[in-house]
């Protein structure tokens, strides 16, 4: 991977992103150099921080890592879609296959069950087309209500972001992030 495009901010911080950085990451674990990375603008930093989505909120974890690891995927933001996998796979209940299924071209050969499927073709279609068909949208609000439809894209617009920012300034995995398990060529990423 090429050299990262901004240097991550180092230590001392100062006072507002010491305590940001002190309520988001678990005790003894180092802050990732993502939100270092955005640390060096305080302001960005500390509204995409006040922007997150990863509380409890009106979906399920399950659901939420479903859709941030396609989007993420689809982006082909390897760091934050490695991140989430690391950090939550366990948590969410997620299956080797599963994982390798967020990074599947076909959403059907992704081993997740039909319901969860429609939540691959949520993020597929608003990243292709930056909408969803009356179909799709049939079929969703079928299964979720508004409120946690809005939720759900706008996880995906959260995580487009993310994946802008980690893409964009080249920002190294972390040691003990997941790595893709296919070419990105294979999701319909440029290679």
């Given at each position: 991977?090429?050299?990262?495009?901004?240097?991550?901010?180092?230590?001392?911080?100062?006072?507002?992103?010491?305590?940001?950085?002190?309520?988001?990451?678990?005790?003894?674990?180092?802050?990732?150099?993502?939100?270092?990375?955005?640390?060096?603008?305080?302001?960005?930093?500390?509204?995409?921080?006040?922007?997150?989505?990863?509380?409890?909120?009106?979906?399920?974890?399950?659901?939420?890592?479903?859709?941030?690891?396609?989007?993420?995927?689809?982006?082909?933001?390897?760091?934050?879609?490695?991140?989430?996998?690391?950090?939550?796979?366990e948590?969410?209940?997620?299956?080797?296959?599963?994982?390798?299924?967020?990074?599947?071209?076909?959403?059907?050969?992704?081993?997740?069950?039909?319901?969860?499927?429609?939540?691959?073709?949520?993020?597929?279609?608003?990243?292709?087309?930056?909408?969803?068909?009356?179909?799709?949208?049939q079929?969703?609000?079928?299964?979720?209500?508004n409120?946690?439809?809005?939720?759900?894209?706008?996880?995906?617009?959260?995580?487009?972001?993310?994946?802008?920012?980690?893409?964009a300034?080249?920002?190294?995995?972390?040691?003990y992030?997941a790595?893709?398990?296919?070419?990105?060529?294979?999701?319909?990423?440029?290679?």
């Open positions: 991977m090429a050299e990262p495009r901004i240097r991550a901010a180092e230590p001392p911080y100062s006072q507002t992103v010491a305590a940001a950085l002190d309520r988001i990451m678990p005790k003894g674990v180092p802050p990732l150099v993502l939100f270092r990375t955005l640390a060096v603008n305080e302001r960005v930093f500390l509204r995409v921080l006040a922007g997150g989505l990863l509380d409890k909120g009106s979906i399920s974890l399950r659901e939420r890592e479903i859709v941030i690891d396609r989007t993420c995927a689809r982006c082909g933001s390897e760091y934050e879609w490695g991140v989430h996998v690391a950090l939550f796979r948590r969410a209940g997620l299956t080797d296959e599963q994982i390798v299924g967020t990074c599947a071209a076909d959403p059907d050969a992704s081993g997740f069950p039909a319901r969860e499927r429609l939540l691959l073709s949520l993020v597929d279609q608003l990243h292709d087309t930056n909408e969803l068909s009356d179909a799709l949208w079929q969703l609000r079928a299964e979720w209500t409120a946690q439809l809005i939720e759900l894209v706008a996880l995906v617009g959260l995580y487009h972001l993310i994946s802008f920012l980690t893409n300034f080249r920002i190294p995995s972390e040691p992030a790595r893709f398990p296919v070419r990105r060529a294979d999701i319909g990423m440029k290679a």
